[in-house]
T-cell receptor, first 113, second 112 residues
């Protein structure tokens, strides 16, 4: 089954404790992206990647890191989480061309205390 | 710069009534436009997309949307609402391979 998977689905942590949210897709998509969803703000892009070893900042990259060592994986790293990073996070992937829609993972709900 | 506005953060309709969710965009180049739906505790899934082939686009679950360049709009409609349509709906605009802008979303409630 073609899908985007994320782990964990739910995470409660404390300020300053490094964490990684994994994202994996099995559709051989070149493009992958991370979003955060907050009430009233829709989805805001954190980072994206056009292909292996190619990443770039989205609209809200502060406090996040990413890497793209393999085509299928695109982990999101929070080196020192803060309470304002409490949010619902989505990973998405697509083929590269502009007219292609994105396929989304199920989401990771993160709470930083 | 691109932007997307969705008029009405919450819309309520009666079961069987017309659904109309509004989306207006701002773009300096011809855009690709998308509607996504998010059911509770799930990720987003594509409802339909406009890629310049036809201005009236039909999607899944009986939804359709019409691209109106003069109004910079891409409103989503469904003739008859069903209880299962209750969800969050997002309009999105894409003008290049690397940038997608999402609207703030409209939560649709369907009243029995």
């Amino acid at each position: 089954e073609a899908q985007v998977t994320q782990n964990p689905r739910y995470l409660i942590t404390v300020t300053g404790k490094k964490l990684t949210v994994t994202c994996s897709q099995n559709m051989n998509h070149e493009y992958m992206s991370w979003y955060r969803q907050d009430p009233g703000l829709g989805l805001r892009q954190i980072y994206y990647s056009m292909n292996v070893e190619v990443t770039d900042k989205g609209d809200v990259p502060e406090g996040y890191k990413v890497s793209r060592k393999e085509k299928r994986n695109f982990p999101l790293i929070l080196e020192s989480p803060s309470p304002n990073q409490t949010s619902l996070y989505f990973c998405a992937s697509s083929l590269r061309d502009s007219y292609n829609e994105q396929f989304f993972g199920p989401g990771t709900r993160l709470t930083v205390l | 710069a691109q932007s997307v506005t969705q008029l009405g953060s919450h819309v309520s309709v009666s079961e069987g009534a017309l659904v109309l969710l509004r989306c207006n965009y701002s773009s300096s180049v011809p855009p690709y436009l998308f509607w996504y739906v998010q059911y509770p505790n799930q990720g987003l899934q594509l409802l339909l997309k406009y890629t310049s082939a036809a201005t009236l686009v039909k999607g899944i679950n009986g939804f359709e949307a019409e691209f109106k360049k003069s109004e910079t709009s891409f409103h989503l409609t469904k003739p008859s609402a069903h209880m299962s349509d209750a969800a969050e709906y997002f309009c999105a605009v894409k003008t290049s391979y690397d940038k997608v802008i999402f609207g703030p979303g409209t939560s649709l409630s369907v009243i029995p």
